[in-house]
């Protein structure tokens, strides 16, 4: 291993062009999109920062110019990927989302729309603790579109977890699949043949859409048993939702 890092180190030009390997390989990710991909070219970036430092060995052999060379080179990558991160920082917030922009809502089918939570604490009990007879799923709008909270209606059940995954209807596209299970989450248990409620305490989001851009989506509640048993899809009801303006 010694001999490898000498050997990469001792022939300065190596690292530098490792390093620009690296800038077109996190150049390509942001081209192509695919997740899998950018997480290894993300990874292979931060690799090719930290060899770039190379320059202090560099320094220490009293090779001056090679040094001064790799390390302007990786005091110039940071300065402009810093700059780039803001500039696409500002790019996204004035650029609309257009996902929703052409999904048209079914007519066909019956569509909910969520009850206005607003910037209250809390709802009207006239809402919240309203006479439920039987399993019920209510979803709320909090202070922004694309930002929701619910409440779930159910009798006996034991110990465990619900939560939430959505789909858009036309297409049966998922929505928000990496945060919407554990944003969502709520425990529960009840012994009792009584129905009780259950909700969120913090809003969750869904990323995909834009304000303004209504369209019909699937909300279905799930169950994962704490003793292990298989998960379990409890209800399922339609909404007509916003996406959360990014």
Not at 32 to 56: D, E, M, P, Q, W
Not at 106 to 123: K, V
Request: glycine fraction near 6%.
């Amino acid at each position: 291993m010694k001999k490898f890092f000498k050997f990469c180190f001792e022939k300065w030009w190596l690292p530098i062009i490792f390093w620009f390997v690296c800038c077109l390989t996190y150049g390509l990710s942001e081209i192509l999109k695919t997740r899998t991909f950018g997480n290894l070219a993300f990874i292979l970036f931060g690799l090719g920062l930290v060899i770039l430092v190379s320059s202090i060995y560099l320094f220490s052999r009293k090779k001056w110019w090679t040094g001064l060379l790799s390390f302007g080179i990786f005091c110039g990558t940071i300065v402009v990927f810093m700059f780039y991160a803001i500039a696409m920082f500002f790019v996204e917030q004035e650029t609309p989302d257009e996902w929703a922009k052409n999904l048209k809502i079914p007519t066909n089918i019956q569509l909910d729309s969520p009850i206005e939570f607003g910037f209250n604490a809390h709802l009207p009990e006239s809402i919240t603790n309203r006479p439920i007879k039987q399993k019920d799923f209510q979803l709320y709008n909090s202070f922004q579109p694309g930002l929701y909270e619910f409440d779930f209606w159910t009798n006996k059940i034991e110990r465990g977890t619900i939560y939430l995954k959505a789909f858009e209807i036309t297409q049966e596209y998922a929505l928000s699949t990496d945060r919407l299970p554990e944003s969502s989450s709520v425990k529960v248990y009840n012994p009792t043949d009584s129905i009780k409620k259950f909700g969120t305490t913090a809003h969750f989001t869904i990323y995909e859409g834009d304000w303004g851009q209504p369209y019909a989506a699937r909300f279905e509640v799930w169950f994962k048993p704490d003793n292990g048993e298989q998960e379990r899809k409890l209800f399922n009801k339609n909404y007509k939702i916003e996406g959360w303006m990014r």
